[in-house]
């Protein structure tokens, strides 16, 4: 059986993806700020190390596979928490285990988000988070604001995904991302129930061509799909889990 880690395993899809995982009879080691096997906090330099040294402790024979799925609202402030958590805590993560993954062969699914084509384009944004620069990256997004420093973020994965998939599946690890969209976790409870946000919420949700939010276990299922030897041909792809909803928006792309 297969040797697997998650980084948010805690709660949500990572929490869904977990129980699928061992229930087909993988081993599975999760990094969360809580309830974890290895607690860590992503936003910072030395959680993301921490959370590293432990998987490396914990696999010395190597992960099968690994899908970073800690993240952080739009609705977080200050908005460079979002940029250090989702963008730079996941490249942390992904980069630092990369040789585990080469030693069997390994698979990577990021989790981007079908916020990241409508919202996400700030190409000033998106060029520091590309090149790396996680300060210069804080420093301008805390002007612009969390609805950008998220979907930007996103929309950053996908693209550093799809910029590094060929070089990673050279030395045998496949690489992929889902954009997942709204689905129904502790990430998103908040704004259903906010007596600020929910009106707009169940609007958007009326308004999509499947009319309801996924469960968690709908994006677990795709995730599992492209971690597995069934996907052994799809790299560099980034496959929506959104009901229809990012095809509704932006038909003619691709
Ligand atoms: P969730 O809140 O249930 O899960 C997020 C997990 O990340 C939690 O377990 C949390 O403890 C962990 N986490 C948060 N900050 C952390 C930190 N600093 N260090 C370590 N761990 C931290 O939400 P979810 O919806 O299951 O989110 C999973 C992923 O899916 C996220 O990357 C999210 O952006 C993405 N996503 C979610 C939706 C949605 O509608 N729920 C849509 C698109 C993408």
New binding site residues.
């Given amino acids: 059986m297969g040797t697997f880690a998650l ?8 929490a869904a993806l977990k129980e699928q995982l061992v229930g087909a009879g993988h081993s599975v080691t999760v ?4 309830q974890a096997d290895i607690v ?4 910072t330099q030395e ?1 993301r190390r921490a959370a590293v040294e432990g998987l490396r402790a914990r696999a010395p024979e190597g992960l099968d596979g690994f899908v970073p ?5 739009a609705h977080v402030t200050p908005a460079s928490l979002i940029t250090r ?2 963008y730079f ?1 996941v490249i942390a993560c992904v980069e630092g285990v990369r040789d585990l993954l080469e030693r069997r062969q390994g698979s990577v699914v990021l ?1 981007s ?2 916020s990241g084509p409508g919202l996400g384009r700030h190409s000033e944004y998106l060029e520091l988070l590309l090149a790396g620069d996680e300060s210069g990256a804080c420093e301008l997004i805390d002007r612009v604001g969390s609805t950008v420093a998220y979907a930007g973020a ?1 929309l950053g994965l996908a693209r550093w995904m799809r910029r590094h998939a060929g070089e990673y599946v050279k030395a045998g690890v496949r690489m992929n991302a889902v954009a ?4 129904n ?4 409870e908040g704004a259903f129930e906010d007596p600020g946000t929910k009106e707009a919420m169940h609007a958007y949700v009326a308004r999509m061509p499947m009319a309801r939010v996924a469960d ?1 276990t709908e994006v677990a299922n795709v995730i599992r799909f492209l971690l597995g030897p069934e996907a052994s041909f799809v790299c560099g792809s980034l496959l929506f889990v959104d009901g229809g909803q990012d095809a509704s928006e932006r038909p003619d792309e691709p």
Avoid at 69 to 73: C, T
Avoid at 185 to 188: A, G, L, S
């Fill in positions: 980084t948010g395993g805690a709660t949500g899809i990572g990094v969360d700020i809580k860590a906090d992503l936003s959680g799925l800690a993240g952080i609202g958590v989702n805590g989790i988000s079908n996103k997942p969209g709204v689905t976790t502790p990430m998103v968690p």
